[in-house]
């Protein structure tokens, strides 16, 4: 299944998305009924329209800006993320990325137009013929989502919740809710409370966020499971009985996540020092589990015969070896993070990366109360004290303490709204930096589905494993980066370090010990 592209949705393939309730669309397109006033996603319950009164939309804002309302029997707004945001790297794409991110709500679109390179008045020709909707109209979009949940999963008053959400008034705030979810704020919290959504659950404890996080189906959870466990840093993150915990740093302060996986969706509990990072936050989370792909079209795309119910399958793209479905590209929730903690890492073993990253986060990292107390430094701080704590070669201490100067001084910028070829090219450009760390950061950083990681020493020997030859790859294209998380995960099965799926099971992994 190929993602529906944004500019020209097909008319025919949409509907018959919707006459068959088809889920794997959701997040993808909008339908707009205009007998209702109502638009849905595509796997919505509700009878089906008539071709006549329905037409499609590549955003929810864009269905907003023309009068529609969210459906609250499907919740639109709840479906998982496009993954054209991280297929397309056109600037539409990139804005998509930095809006879901906040930046609108903390600079206004001044700020999301500097950030991209481009002026305002272009970046909004842009969006609006490609998604149907301007930078603001797609903010509040994003708005409203944010106010939903809170108003679902808190007790804050309604006041608190308008503010947090990015609102600049409490009756902006009112009037946004009435016209996108056809009711009053009080009203969309007493019927809640009545009925769970599907993106929500009630909190756990004062202060607290529970929410679940969907995801397309199927997810390899046994990969995330072990990447997560693998890479944990003692002092800044946790895996205990199958939960991910840890802090970081916020736009308005920090938030700890507890993170686990469950049928069909990701618990998340959110601990927020400031409810404004909410979006944001839940941004981070869903990029760091890449769970806005679309696996059946990545799966199909590799070769993957994926059978409707989910068992193990050979692989027609790798031939004598199996790949599961549903595997991820892990994220990252920090650029400056990943990029610190892969230069760390260079050429030594993920357990010594994890001790050495553990005596800088312990010496540096900010405190916070919580089970995992401590934060990543800052650059600014790794760049004027990192060499006083980080051990080994003295190349590669003063590489990472250079590049922690570069992007406390704004030489280097690292967010998610750049260009691969751009990035790639000023990482290129640090001391230390070789190709496959210029690969690995930018992949991860901006959930890029094509770089092969084909110098990586575990993804060759996967390569060898699965008689895949790493000089003509190009018949795998856009998914390049997928086939290398596939290649990595056969050679750590081969070694035992994760548990090859059992036949007689749906293929989801298991942790390794």
Known sequence: MEPVTITALDFERCYRAVSTRDSRFDGQFFTAVRTTG???????????PKRANVSFLPTAAAAQQAGYRACRRCLPDAAPGSPLWNVRADLAARAMRLIGD???ERGGVPALASTLGYSQRQLTRVLTTELGAGPLALARAHRAHTARLLIQTTEMPMSDIAFAAGFASIRQFNDTVREVFAVSPTTMRTESRRSPRSDAVAPAAPGLLTLRLPYREPLDTGWLAWFLSAHTVPGMELWEDGVYTRGLRTPHGHATVRLSFQPGHVRAELALRDMRDLAPTVARVRHLLDLDADPQGIDEGLGLAVPDNGLPVVA??????????????PGCLDGPELLLR??????????AAATHTARLV?????????????????PDVVAERG???????????SAVVAAARAIAEGELVLHSGRTAAELRRDLLALAGVGPWTADYVTMRLLADPDILLGTDLVVRQGATLAGVDLDHTTRWAPWRSYLSMHLWKTALEHRGVIAAPRPSRPVNGSEAS
């Open 102 to 104: 906040g930046v609108i």
């Open 316 to 329: 027609t793209a790798a031939p004598g070896h199996g790949f599961g479905p549903g595997i991820r590209v």
């Open 342 to 351: 892969t230069m760390i890492g260079q050429q030594i073993s993920v357990q």
């Open 38 to 48: 109502i638009y849905c996603r595509p796997s919505c319950p509700a009878i089906t």
């Open 387 to 397: 060499a006083e704590v980080l051990t080994g070669p003295a190349r590669r201490v």
């Open 362 to 378: 312990g010496a540096l990292g900010d405190r916070i109360d919580g089970p995992a107390p401590r934060l990543f430094p800052t």
